[in-house]
C-alpha cells in the first residue's frame, strides 16, 4: 500500500510551478526538435569552418532587419555533454567565455535548472548598444525510444519580460530578440577489457542554433560582419575553455 503511493516517475525539473513553465518546455522541446534536423538539403549555407567546427547560416529579414538563423555543429574530445551544457548554462563562468557582455545580472534564479538573466552588451559601431533578457534553462533531455538519448543534454535561451528589467522602449538599451540553443551528446568508446572509462574515451557533439533580431535598426553589412566574426571565435574560445576546466576534473555525466 505504501509503495503505491510513492512517485513512480523521475524527478522533475522545480521550476514546473513558475508561470513561464509552459513557455519555457515548449520552446525548450521545439528547439531540441530543430536541433536534431540536419543542415542538408541546400538551404543552409556553410560560412565558417575551423577543424571539425562548422557553421551555417540562413539569410532572413524581418521589417528590413537582418535576423539570419544560424547552425554550428563541433565535435570536443574529452568532455561530456553534461560538461558543456553546465558551463553555457550557470552565470558563474559565463564572463570567463562570453566576450559580447559588458554586464550580467541574474534577475530571478527559478530552480536549480532555470534562471532569467539579463545582458549588457557591448556596443557595436555606429549602432546603439543593445541589452537582452531572457530565461535559461538546463535539462537533460527526457528518455525516448533512442538509447543514446539519456546522454543528450540541452541549454535552451529565449527572451522573456521581467518586472525587475528596465522597459524595452525607454530603457537605456535596444533590446535585442535571441532564441539559442545548445545541444550536446557524448559519445563513449568503451574501454577494451572493462577498465575504468577516462576522457579519453569520450567525444562530445555539438550543435549550436541561434536566432538574434537586433530589436531596432543596425546596418545590415556591419550586423553581418560581426556575427560571421563574433560565433566562429565563440564556439572555439567555449569549448576550449570547457575542456580546459574538465581536463583534471573527474567526469561528470
Ligand atoms: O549564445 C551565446 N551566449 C549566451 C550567453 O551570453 C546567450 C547570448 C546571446 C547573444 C545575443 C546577442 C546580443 C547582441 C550583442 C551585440 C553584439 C556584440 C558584439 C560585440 C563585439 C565586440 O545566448 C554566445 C553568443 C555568441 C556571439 C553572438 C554574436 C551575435 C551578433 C548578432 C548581432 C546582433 C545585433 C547587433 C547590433 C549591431
Known sequence: ERLKSMPVSVPRSQAQS???????DRITAEQLHYARQGVGEGV???FAEDGEMRMYKREEEVNGL???????????KGVTGFEMCHYFFSPDYRLDWETTIEQMK?????????MIFLQIHKRVWPASQ????FWSHL???PDSRDPDAQNIWIVCNH?????????KSNGKYIRVF???????????EPPKNGAQITRDDLTCKITYCSVVNPGGWAPASVLRAVYKREYPKFLKKFTHYVYDQCKNKPIRF
Open 139 to 141: 535539462r537533460q533531455v
Open 130 to 133: 543593445r541589452d537582452a533578457l
Open 18 to 24: 513558475h508561470v513561464l513553465w509552459p513557455e519555457i
Open 159 to 167: 527572451s522573456t519580460e521581467h518586472h525587475s528589467a528596465p522597459e
Open 178 to 188: 535571441l532564441t539559442v540553443a545548445l545541444v550536446c551528446q557524448t559519445m563513449i
Open 106 to 114: 541574474v534577475l530571478e534564479k527559478v530552480s536549480d535548472d532555470t
Open 66 to 76: 537582418v535576423v539570419d538563423p544560424l547552425k554550428a555543429v563541433h565535435t570536443v
Open 44 to 46: 543552409w549555407e556553410l
